[in-house]
Nanobody, 123 residues
Framework: QVQLVESGGGLVQAGGSLRLSCVASGRTFSSSAMGWFRQAPGKEREFVAAISWSADKRYYADFVKGRFTISRDNAKNTVYLQMNSLKPEDTAIYYC????????????????WGQGSRVTVSS
């Protein structure tokens, strides 16, 4: 069992930065791939970024490449999403998730989800 708690969301102007954190409880964190997804009002939840348990593989959605960076600290049971050059279209609730089967952008592979952290980017 893994419990995930996100933090770091908020209101930021376009062009600004935020760093989301996701702290996990449970013994399986260090062996789980971790991902970030987001859901904007009226839209499906979509993949943002994912990182393997050893951090040797990282995947990003095309719309965040070059702007967002996913990282993890297994000693702290924490995964991060550094978001730079934010745009109004990045406004969404951001969720972290854990996948035991491996690093992937497929939502259905993720077994555990956090409650979400709201990010609002003003123009």
């Amino acid at each position: 069992q893994v419990q995930l708690v996100e933090s770091g969301g908020g209101l930021v102007q376009a062009g600004g930065s935020l760093r989301l954190s996701c702290v996990a409880s449970g013994r399986t964190f260090s062996s789980s791939a971790m991902g970030w997804f987001r859901q904007a009002p009226g839209k499906e939840r979509e993949f943002v970024a994912a990182i393997s348990w050893s951090a040797d593989k990282r995947y990003y959605a095309d719309f965040v490449k070059g702007r967002f960076t996913i990282s993890r600290d297994n000693a702290k049971n924490t995964v991060y999403l550094q978001m730079n050059s934010l745009k109004p279209e990045d406004t969404a609730i951001y969720y972290c998730a854990a996948a035991a089967r491996g690093v992937t952008g497929e939502r259905d592979w993720y077994d555990y989800w956090g409650q979400g952290s709201r990010v609002t980017v003003s123009s």
